[in-house]
């Protein structure tokens, strides 16, 4: 696990200057640009405290995000991200933190920790960063990618039947969860506002472009085409009440799913102690 500072370098020319750094890795056309702009955005108009909202990614192309977010990032291990959230929550209650995962991250490698820290209600943010591939590694198929789609693992047409990380983050118990998209950049932004003010774990899962390897495969050879899919797939949960399974095949949902309260980790464990203190 390395502790990274990577507070934005200044650029005097640009609003977001005291926030924003001038370099990334990313391809052309991902979608993580946007999404590190948006988070950006959110942490500098509610001048968040750098020591409590703490950054935190797993592995992957998504672990770059921090060469353009503000603050502090602790960077994890594939897969483990909610384990060392976790740990770093019960030495520091007042902690915030904003975490991002991969699609191969938490929802194959990681799935156990992320049952687990649903079920507990963690106190934290955590972003899925669902762009149907693993990026990082060289575009195999991960658990979101939609059947019959190609990856380099399935040169033939994926035949497994993906996973919703929604779903399984209601049927775990996340107490807030969501879906957007990278086209649905406000609506994600006013999510992430609410999400930072819920106490517990709060779950938005973002689809999202890799043009390089998931656009190029699936015939949209250029990132814009990608876009579009994405943003056309999607349908608000509105919208779908008045629409027929036939209709809704091959869609995904967006909008907020769920929001409830009940007791996070840190709660429990308090009262845990008490009760060994003799309380
Ligand atoms: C324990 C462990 N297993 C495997 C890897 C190799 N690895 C690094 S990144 C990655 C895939 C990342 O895919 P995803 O989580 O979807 O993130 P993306 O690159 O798409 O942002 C893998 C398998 C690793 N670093 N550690
Ligand atoms: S490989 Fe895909 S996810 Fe990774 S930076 Fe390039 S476009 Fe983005
Ligand atoms: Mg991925």
Redesign the pocket.
């Known amino acids: 696990m390395s502790i990274s500072m990577l507070a934005g370098a200044e650029r005097p020319d640009h609003p977001l200057s005291r926030y924003a750094s001038t370099m990334h890795i990313f391809c052309a056309g991902c979608g993580y640009g946007a999404i590190a702009q948006a988070v950006t955005r959110v942490y500098a108009e509610r001048k968040l405290d750098k020591m409590k909202y703490v950054f935190f990614t ?5 672990s770059a995000l921090p060469t353009l977010l503000p603050g502090y990032t602790v960077m994890t ?3 483990r991200l909610p384990a060392v959230v976790t740990g770093a929550k019960l030495a520091n209650p007042e902690l915030k933190p904003i975490c991002f ?5 938490l929802l194959a ?1 990681g799935t156990n920790h992320f049952v687990h820290a649903c079920r507990r209600n963690l106190d934290m943010v955590l972003i899925l ?1 669902h ?1 149907n ?5 060289g575009g195999q198929a ?1 658990p979101t990618t939609p059947t019959e789609y190609k990856g380099t693992t399935a040169p033939y047409g994926y035949l497994e039947k993906p996973f919703d990380g929604c779903e399984l983050a209601i049927a775990s118990g996340a107490t807030f969860v969501s879906r957007w998209t990278s086209a649905h950049i406000k609506q994600f932004m006013n999510t992430l506002n609410k999400a930072i003010d819920h106490r517990g774990l709060s779950f938005i899962e973002v689809v999202t472009t ?1 043009p390089t390897y998931f656009g190029r495969k699936n015939k949209m050879p250029e990132p814009i085409d990608l876009f579009r899919w994405i943003r056309d797939s999607a349908v608000s949960i509105k919208k779908a009440e008045g629409m027929s399974e036939e209709e809704l095949e091959g869609k995904f949902l967006v909008g907020e799913f769920q929001k409830t309260d009940r007791p996070d980790l840190n709660t429990i464990y308090k009262e845990i102690i008490k009760r060994a203190q003799g309380d």
Do not use: E, F, R
């Open positions: 797993g592995i992957g192309c998504h291990l594939h897969g995962c991969g699609d191969g991250d490698i960063l762009n591939v693993y990026g990082m590694t991960a890799c």
